[in-house]
């Protein structure tokens, strides 16, 4: 996951398609990996990451979507 999560942030990833992918794959990792009793946890510790992904790169409009676009599933 911290892989994925450096290629994004550091644009090594250019491509929209292939950091929508990695970014749906990041969130996968974190339903899978972490340790949540009930959705609001889950809804947090993927909040959490969506925030600290939009704050490392501001500029990178698909990773502000594609987080927008899963927490807008938990509401």
Excluded at 58 to 73: A, Q
């Amino acid at each position: 996951m911290d892989l994925l999560v450096h290629q994004i942030i550091y644009r090594k990833i250019t491509k929209p398609r292939q950091i929508a992918e990695s970014m749906f794959s990041i969130f996968e990792l974190v339903v899978k990996d972490t340790v949540w009793q009930n959705a609001n946890q889950l809804k947090d510790n993927l909040k959490r990451l969506c925030e600290m992904l939009i704050s490392r790169d501001k500029m990178n409009f698909v990773v502000r979507n594609c987080s927008e676009r899963m927490l807008r599933i938990f509401n």
